[in-house]
T-cell receptor, first 112, second 113 residues
Framework: DVKVTQSSRYLVKRTGEKVFLECVQD?????MFWYRQDPGLGLRLIYF???????EKGDIPEGYSVSREKKERFSLILESASTNQTSMYLC???????????FGEGSWLTVV | QQQVKQSPQSLIVQKGGISIINCAYE??????FPWYQQFPGKGPALLIA?????SEKKEGRFTISFNKSAKQFSLHIMDSQPGDSATYFC????????????FGKGTMLLVSP
């Protein structure tokens, strides 16, 4: 089975802190994604990556950056956390461009 | 911006009934339409998917109906069970370039015992 692991399930951070959300997949997938999920807004794509050291902006990249130094690992970075970034963050991966993607269980971030 | 519009936002169905969730899209270049199921505290998981060369796909109690001319597709859950209570997302994408999935806003389904 495909496994996408988000190391931190629940985090509480202060406004202005730098936050790292880590994601690892174990299936040698080329593509990795970060989504944000908010009630009533569905799943919104923040950033994605189709290769190591490659990144592309999604629909809501403002306030976020990403890093992909190794194929299996994709990190989401909040340079200066703000309260409007309180949300659930979902990492995902896929083996190809057919877009069957596999999600992790999510990281709940609260910024106070 | 490419959009997928999903309705209803929430749905309550009695056990044994049929649950129907609808989605509409605008971009005629979309050619892959998956449905994802998400249980509380979990990430979404692929439930069933269809491509526009067929009008219907069935897997167990779950069926996708696809109407290319109307640019609509729907999920039907037959004989709905309490264990089907979850949030359902439709999505769409193009199989070209760096296309990504565009998701609907989700439907919270509650199947009452």
């Amino acid at each position: 089975d495909v496994k996408v692991t988000q190391s931190s399930r629940y985090l509480v951070k202060r406004t202005g802190e730098k936050v790292f959300l880590e994601c690892v997949q174990d299936m040698d997938h080329e593509n990795m994604f970060w989504y944000r999920q908010d009630p009533g807004l569905g799943l919104r794509l923040i950033y994605f990556s189709y290769d190591v050291k490659m990144k592309e902006k999604g629909d809501i990249p403002e306030g976020y950056s990403v890093s992909r130094e190794k194929k299996e690992r994709f990190s989401l970075i909040l340079e200066s956390a703000s309260t409007n970034q309180t949300s659930m963050y979902l990492c995902a991966s896929s083996p190809d461009r057919i877009n069957t993607i596999y999600f992790g269980e999510g990281s709940w971030l609260t910024v106070v | 911006q490419q959009q997928v519009k999903q309705s209803p936002q929430s749905l309550i169905v009695q056990k044994g009934g049929i649950s129907i969730i609808n989605c509409a899209y605008e971009n005629t270049a979309f050619d892959y339409f998956p449905w994802y199921q998400q249980f509380p505290g979990k990430g979404p998981a692929l439930l069933i998917a269809i491509r526009p060369d067929v009008s219907e796909k069935k897997e167990g109690r779950f069926t996708i109906s696809f109407n290319k001319s109307a640019k609509q597709f729907s999920l039907h859950i037959m004989d709905s069970q309490p264990g089907d209570s979850a949030t359902y997302f439709c999505a769409a994408s193009m199989n070209s370039g760096y296309s990504t999935l565009t998701f609907g806003k989700g439907t919270m389904l509650l199947v009452s015992p």
